[in-house]
Structure formats: structure tokens, C-alpha cells
């Protein structure tokens, strides 16, 4: 089975730096996705990371341990506009099409 | 390139009553998903395909039909509506071209069953 968590809700104020965290279980694993969804919008595509390590783009960064089942979302000089949720979702083995999707992390970013 | 569009952007049901949901794409990908989202469950997969004619269940597959009659379009279907389907639908497609599946999302449809 697949166990994705992430904390439910974050604040943080324009201009900060701030980490959101995903840890999982899962009977197999690929890689990891981000993805951002606005309120009332589709969800739109992050980052992916399928080795150890740090892939940074732009203002956003993602990070992934595979021997710890952890991933976090690193979003610097935090904007207004960065006000979304946060969806972690894992990709199973290699040649399966599906991903299972963490419940999200609301983040509040404020003046 | 229009992406994924989904049609109706909204819809009202009374119980009991049967409704398609209609995911069209134009990337030529050859998966494609459905799945609903409610508040504090996150996105759950309904159905999926990996190409035309072929379906798969999801997670939560109870209440729902799909067809996957050209490679394009993928429906989903409601033959009983009830209330607990009250959610918002997103289909998503992708291609594993790229050696990973990005997947592209519609905008949405919010149906409300009464």
C-alpha cells in the first residue's frame, strides 16, 4: 500500500524561506512529484525527483531521501502569489502509470 | 495546443440521476486519469487508461464507468448519482516519453449532487 503525509496547513510571511515536508510508504517507488494547485484550479507540475539529492529551479527547490521516505519542497523569497497548496505524490515502480497523491499542504503566505 | 479541457465546468444533479464527464486531450499521451478531489482527502484516483480501448480501477472505482473509445477522449461516467460524489472531477493525462509520468491536469468539473 501507499502512505503519503504532509502537514496540513503552513503560514509564513512574503519574503521567507520556507520548507514543506512529505514523508512515505510505499510498497514501491520511482520518484517523487510536486506539484502546486491554486484554490479552485488544476493542479500544475513542480518538480520530480527520482535520485538522492537537491534539484533546484528557480525559486523552488525539491529534495529527496530515498532511504528515509522523505522529500521536502523548498520555496525562497516567498511571494504572495506563492498562496497554494502543496501536493506531494509518489510514482511506483518503474513502468506503471499511476501516482498516489499526499492530501496537500495549504500554505498561507502573508504581507 | 488546447491540453487537457474537460466538459461541463459545472453540473447539478438530483439523485438518481446519470451523467458523462467528457476529458479530451490533444498531446497524444497515451495514459490518461480520472480522479476526484474533497476537502481534507486530497486527490484520489477513480479510473485510468494506458491506451485506447483498456481501462483500469483506481482507488475509489465504486459508482463510476469509464470508456476509453479513441485515444484522445476519456469519459467517466455516472449511472446513479448520489450525494457522496459530490466532488470535483480532474482528468489528467501523460505520455512516459520522457522516462517519467508528468501528469497534465484539466481545469475541472464541480459537480453537486443533490
Known amino acids: 500500500g501507499q502512505n503519503i503525509d504532509q502537514p496540513t496547513e503552513m503560514t509564513a510571511t512574503e519574503g521567507a524561506i520556507v520548507q514543506i515536508n512529505c514523508t512515505y510508504q510505499t510498497s514501491g517507488f520511482n520518484g517523487l512529484f510536486w506539484y502546486q494547485q491554486h484554490a479552485g484550479e488544476a493542479p500544475t507540475f513542480l518538480s520530480y525527483n527520482v535520485l538522492d539529492g537537491l534539484e533546484e529551479k528557480g525559486r523552488f527547490s525539491s529534495f529527496l531521501s530515498r532511504s528515509k521516505g522523505y522529500s521536502y519542497l523548498l520555496l525562497k523569497e516567498l511571494q504572495m502569489k506563492d498562496s497554494a497548496s502543496y501536493l506531494c505524490a509518489v510514482s511506483p515502480v518503474s513502468g506503471y502509470s499511476t501516482l498516489t497523491f499526499g492530501k496537500g499542504t495549504m500554505l498561507l503566505v502573508s504581507p | 495546443n488546447a491540453g487537457v479541457t474537460q466538459t461541463p465546468k459545472f453540473r447539478v444533479l438530483k439523485t438518481g440521476q446519470s451523467m458523462t464527464l467528457l476529458c479530451a486531450q490533444d498531446m497524444n499521451h497515451e495514459y490518461m486519469y480520472w480522479y476526484r478531489q474533497d476537502p481534507g482527502m486530497g486527490l484520489r484516483l477513480i479510473h485510468y487508461s494506458v491506451g485506447e480501448g483498456t481501462t483500469a480501477k483506481g482507488e475509489v472505482p465504486d459508482g463510476y464507468n469509464v470508456s476509453r473509445l479513441k485515444k484522445q477522449n476519456f469519459l467517466l461516467g455516472l449511472e446513479s448519482a448520489a450525494p457522496s460524489q459530490t466532488s470535483v472531477y480532474f482528468c489528467?493525462?501523460?505520455?512516459?516519453?520522457?522516462?517519467?509520468?508528468?501528469?497534465?491536469f484539466g481545469p475541472g468539473t464541480r459537480l453537486t449532487v443533490l
Open positions: 489528467a493525462s501523460t505520455s512516459l516519453a520522457g522516462g517519467y509520468n508528468e501528469q497534465f
